[in-house]
């Protein structure tokens, strides 16, 4: 048996093979074409200004402390890197919101061998917009406070020396927050209960958000592992019985 850190990959595992199985390429064809345009835009970008950001975000050094620039240099190329992650990661899941939920919703039905949600249609699709959207503004104002503190902390000079483990362990919550969330809100459970319920199981959670993270920092490899994530978090939660928490008393 599995500990509960190293049951995270196994999740993945698991939601990359769902999504490369016939029945549901279709719900993963558009989602994964959003992220492709999205990230060959962020990279064109990244490609053109990632030296002025890691240039921005160095500490200025006296003459005689200078050799320490060599020394800095990468823990600061990496705090660019993961900024400019979650910056393509929010966008992307913001945008493909609405297919995600469906591609959950989809994942579960081949897991639990029962189909209790909808039929998907045009109008079941624009039906969730709203709600998806609506979940997804509320990570962002989970989100952002912190990561606004994070970028506070990038700034001050030492104290931004630990911001990049710092920007690493919060990255790994915020994408188990992120992908759970998607079976979490198909099933009506609220926000502060998912949160809950992930603190619960907090180094499954870590383990799955760890790997999910890991995954989706290889360039080209992420497009595929965005959906993967969210077949992989269904599956967490069918497996680590999520619907268990929708029966306790909110």
């Given at each position: 048996m599995p500990t509960p850190t190293l049951s995270g990959p196994q999740y993945l595992r698991e939601?990359?093979?769902?999504?490369?199985?016939?029945?549901?390429?279709?719900?993963?064809?558009?989602?994964?074409?959003?992220?492709?345009?999205?990230?060959?835009?962020?990279?064109?970008?990244?490609l053109q200004q990632f030296?002025?950001?890691?240039?921005?975000?160095?500490?200025?050094?006296?003459?005689?402390?200078?050799?320490?620039?060599?020394?800095?240099w990468p823990l600061f190329v990496v705090l660019v890197l993961l900024m400019v992650?979650?910056?393509?990661?929010?966008?992307?899941?913001?945008?493909a919101a609405p297919f995600n939920g469906f591609l959950s919703e989809k994942v579960e039905v081949v897991v639990r061998g029962q189909d209790h949600f909808p039929p998907f249609?045009?109008?079941?699709?624009?039906?969730m917009v709203p709600r998806t959207l609506g979940r997804e503004a509320r990570k962002l104002a989970y989100f952002l406070p912190r990561a606004l503190a994070l970028l506070v902390l990038s700034l001050i000079p030492g104290l931004n020396l630990v911001a990049a483990p710092?920007?690493?362990?919060?990255?790994?919550?915020?994408?188990a927050v992120q992908y759970i969330d998607y079976p979490a809100d198909n099933n009506k459970l609220g926000w502060n209960e998912m949160?809950?319920?992930?603190?619960?199981?907090?180094?499954?959670?870590?383990?799955?958000?760890?790997?999910?993270?890991?995954?989706?920092?290889?360039?080209?490899?992420?497009?595929?592992?965005?959906?993967?994530?969210?077949a992989g978090a269904t599956v967490f939660w069918v497996r680590e019985g999520g619907e268990t928490?929708?029966?306790?008393?909110?």
């Open positions: 939601g990359l093979k769902l999504v490369l199985s016939p029945g549901l390429r279709l719900f993963v064809l558009l989602p994964l074409t959003i992220n492709l345009v999205l990230f060959a835009a962020l990279i064109g970008l990244a030296g002025l950001w890691v240039d921005y975000f160095m500490p200025s050094l006296p003459d005689w402390l200078s050799f320490l620039e060599y020394l800095l992650f979650f910056t393509f990661t929010l966008l992307a899941n913001v945008i249609s045009g109008a079941e699709l624009l039906a710092l920007w690493l362990l919060f990255g790994v919550w915020m994408m949160l809950a319920w992930l603190r619960a199981k907090r180094w499954q959670s870590l383990g799955f958000g760890g790997i999910t993270y890991l995954a989706l920092l290889v360039p080209g490899l992420n497009i595929l592992m965005m959906p993967a994530a969210v928490q929708l029966q306790q008393p909110l």
